[in-house]
């Protein structure tokens, strides 16, 4: 009997949260947060499985062995690449980073700009100083069209692009302020892209508005469209597997690095760190190319995608 209840105990937390992660359910604001973890919970997934066996009781086991299967495939897909299309059509670069209310070093964001040579640079938590101290080291002479939705605190944006755009209207939910822009490409199609930065959903009060701030943003469509910044979320909530059931890719996803962690970096929170930080792009485009960067005096590390267009 003691068997038997110790084995249940230790299974049935790991089943709970596989149903709760598989179908989606949204049941507490405390699951938000904790659903981010899934890839840490399912490497331990195997524990339940050995601990069921060593003490013989085959009931819980065999449901500890779908738990682990089912975590397994919510997670695994995203260490192995892709098959992608040939990438035949023209590349567009995009670069995306979180300077933690201005704070983050502009002088090492424009040498990254200057080694990766994006197309587009989306940022978040731009406040009025950092867009100062970006245009004092020449970042506007580089990429010369702007969005500036820049703002005090955490809830500005902006977009900077090498080629022509066209200011889409502002996505502002909960004061945070999503820049979006269509851009034109010498060689390709228009390309509307969105920095993207809803609400955290670090309490209660602010769960509505990371909702609907993602669900704001954007659906695939007929123009391509990328979407790219600190979207708050994993590929393990709900709203962002939404997005890609619209018609978009996750750029990590498809080149076998979705376990790369962006958030938090080194030295900021005692937290496991997780990926919150996304370039998703059109399905019709390719992904040649991703890669997570380091920059000083923020918690976010920039995120940069080498895409196709079809």
């Not at 086991?61 to 299967?69: E, N, R, S």
């Not at 034109?184 to 009060?205: F, L, Q, R, T, Y």
């Amino acid at each position: 009997m003691i068997r038997t209840l110790l084995a249940w105990l230790v299974v049935v937390p790991f089943a709970v949260w596989a149903v709760l992660r598989v179908t989606g359910a949204d049941l507490a604001d405390r699951w938000i947060q904790l659903v981010a973890f899934t890839p840490y919970v399912a490497a331990a997934s195997v524990v339940p499985v050995l601990l069921a066996g060593l003490l013989r009781r085959w009931v819980p086991m065999a449901v500890a062995v779908v738990t682990a299967g089912a975590l397994a495939l919510a997670v695994l897909p995203r260490y192995f690449t892709d098959a992608e299309p040939p990438a035949n059509g023209a590349t567009f670069k995009v670069l995306a980073a979180n300077l933690a209310v201005g704070a983050g070093d502009t002088t090492e964001l424009v040498k990254l700009v200057e080694r990766l040579k994006p197309d587009v640079l989306a940022i978040q938590e731009l406040t009025p100083d950092a867009r100062k101290r970006l245009d004092a080291l020449g970042l506007r002479k580089r990429m010369p069209h702007v969005v500036d939705r820049s703002q005090g605190g955490v809830w500005g944006s902006g977009i900077y692009s090498l080629h022509p755009l066209t200011e889409r209207p502002l996505i502002a939910l909960g004061r945070f302020r999503q820049a979006r822009a269509v851009i034109k490409p010498p060689n390709g199609p228009e390309i509307e892209v969105v920095s993207v930065h809803p609400c955290a959903p670090s309490h209660a009060e602010k769960m509505a508005c990371w909702r609907s701030g993602l669900a704001a943003l954007p659906r695939a469509g007929e123009r391509l469209t990328v979407l790219a910044g600190d979207f708050n979320a994993t590929l393990d909530h709900w709203p962002v597997r939404a997005l890609l059931d619209s018609g978009y890719k996750d750029a990590a996803d498809v080149t076998g690095q979705g376990f790369t962690a962006t958030w938090p970096q080194q030295g900021w929170r005692p937290l496991p760190g997780v990926t919150i930080d996304h370039v998703l792009a059109d399905r019709r485009m390719g992904v040649r190319a991703f890669s997570v960067h380091e920059l000083s005096d923020t918690d976010h590390r920039p995120v940069f995608a080498e895409l196709t267009l079809p």
